[in-house]
């Protein structure tokens, strides 16, 4: 069982910078792929991104492409998500999440998730 643990979430002003911050428990950090998502009042929950084991691949969400990055430091059971350039559309609650399968967009290929952290991005 993996316990995930978000923070970092805020407000900010429209082209400003948050980094969140995933913090796993567990000794096998490592063999997990990693996926951040988010969801706003009355939408679906969407993919944001997400990155290999080894953190060395991601994939994209389009509405996010060349604005976030993601980021891990398996060593500090640990997982980023750099966002710039915020846009008010950002605004959600952002969710980390571990999966054994592979980095994929469907959040149905996770198998645990974080509790969450708000992101209000303001015009």
């Known amino acids: 069982q993996v316990q995930l643990v978000e923070s970092g979430g805020g407000l900010v002003q429209a082209g400003g910078s948050l980094r969140l911050s995933c913090v796993a428990s567990?000794?096998?950090?490592?063999?997990?792929?990693m996926g951040w998502f988010r969801q706003a009042p009355g939408k679906e929950r969407e993919f944001v991104i997400a990155t290999s084991r080894s953190g060395g691949a991601t994939i994209y969400a389009d509405s996010v492409k060349g604005r976030f990055t993601v980021s891990r430091d398996n060593a500090k059971n640990t997982v980023y998500l750099q966002m710039n350039s915020l846009k008010p559309e950002d605004t959600a609650v952002y969710y980390c999440a571990a999966g054994s399968r592979s980095y994929s967009r469907r959040k149905d290929e996770y198998d645990y998730w974080g509790q969450g952290t708000q992101v209000t991005v303001s015009s």
């Open positions: 567990g000794r096998t950090f490592s063999s997990y792929v």
